[in-house]
């Protein structure tokens, strides 16, 4: 019932910066969190950034003083200023979110977008 479409991503080099887009739509009448999470090959899905409803944000060590996560909750999306990045940024970025629907509570991923960060 809802739907996440992931953009922004692409190759940068390192130092660069990207700006990553994730829209809901569907049925969703509220949102609570709305987080990034990315999978290196190979790899585990990390939490990178999580915000809430209110604005309260939390990030992974790794990218503190170089991601903002920010919400336009009006467009019913998030976003992931990245900025400094590094080749250990290189991963597919996947957008989350959780709410609710018909006092029914919901949680669906995007497709994902790739990010790579040449060195």
């Known amino acids: 019932q809802v739907q996440l479409v992931e953009s922004g991503g692409g190759l940068v080099q390192a130092g660069g910066s990207l700006r990553l887009s994730c829209a809901a739509s569907g049925s969703i009448f509220r949102i609570n969190d709305m987080g990034w999470y990315r999978q290196a090959p190979g790899k585990q899905r990390d939490l990178v950034a999580v915000?809430?409803?209110?604005?309260?944000?939390t990030y992974a060590d790794s990218v503190k003083g170089r991601f903002t996560i920010s919400r336009d909750n009006a467009r019913n999306t998030v976003y992931l200023q990245m900025t400094s990045l590094k080749p250990e940024d290189t991963a597919v970025y996947y957008c989350?979110?959780?709410?609710?629907?018909?006092?029914?509570?919901?949680?669906?991923w995007g497709r994902g977008t790739q990010v790579t960060v040449s060195s």
């Open positions: 915000i809430s409803s209110g604005g309260r944000t």
């Open positions: 989350n979110a959780d709410g609710r629907s018909n006092l029914k509570p919901w949680n669906y």
